[in-house]
């Protein structure tokens, strides 16, 4: 069964922190994505890339930065931990160009920083 | 930039109704997806549209890309409790250049009291 798994189901970090993210796809897909989830506003993109050492900032990148130095990796990276960065965080990838048959996602992360 | 409008935010189902939601935009697109995500989990997606006008059925949900190619529509028939979670429409234009998907705010639904 492919599969896009990310490290970690929940995470408490302090603030201040430098907090890292992890998303593995085991199906060979060029594009990956880090999306943050909270209640009323959807999923929000923070940033994206399609290819490795490639990345592309989404709608909502201050506060984050990503590193792809592996096709099947994608890092998510909270250089100092904030508490507005509470949320549900959900990695996604996608063949080829577009999304034209959608994205999978990974089971998510639940960061508090408290 | 381009938006998806879903309706409705959230809705309360009983066992055995049927459950309609849809996702307009101003915009056109040639390609609508529903995903649905457990609590808890990420979104898998349900089903994909690809010509305006198709009608596709996964099971006891039926959803069809409209003619205007502006909107969707997902119809759960015979609602059952596993069916509670949020539904998420999301919308694309693929002419040869990179596009990410847009997706709705979606529609959460929960189980009548």
């Known amino acids: 069964d492919v599969k896009v798994t990310q490290s970690s189901r929940y995470l408490v970090k302090r603030t201040g922190e430098k907090v890292f993210l992890e998303c593995v796809q085991d199906m060979d897909h060029e594009n990956m994505f880090w999306y943050r989830q909270d209640p009323g506003l959807g999923l929000r993109l923070i940033y994206f890339s399609y290819d490795v050492k490639m990345k592309e900032k989404g709608d909502i990148p201050e506060g984050y930065s990503v590193s792809r130095e592996k096709k099947e990796r994608f890092s998510l990276i909270l250089e100092s931990a904030s508490t507005n960065q509470t949320s549900m965080y959900l990695c996604a990838s996608s063949p080829g160009r577009g999304g034209l048959y959608g994205y999978t996602f990974g089971s998510g992360t639940r960061l508090t920083v408290v | 930039g381009q938006q998806l409008n879903q309706s409705p935010q959230s809705m309360f189902i009983q066992e055995g109704e049927d459950v309609s939601m849809n996702c307009t935009s101003s915009?056109?697109?040639?390609?609508w997806l529903w995903y649905k995500q457990d609590p808890g989990e990420g979104p898998v997606l349900l089903i994909a549209?690809?010509?305006?006008?198709e009608l596709t059925s996964n099971g006891r949900l039926t959803a069809q890309f409209g003619i205007t190619r502006k909107d969707s529509f997902l119809n759960i028939s015979a609602s059952i409790p596993s069916d509670v979670g949020i539904y998420f429409c999301?919308?694309?234009?693929?002419?040869?250049?990179?596009?990410?998907?847009?997706f709705g705010k979606g529609t959460k639904l929960s189980v009548k009291p």
């Open positions: 549209l690809y010509k305006a006008g």
């Open positions: 999301a919308a694309l234009n693929y002419g040869g250049s990179q596009g990410n998907l847009i």
């Open positions: 915009s056109i697109f040639n390609t």
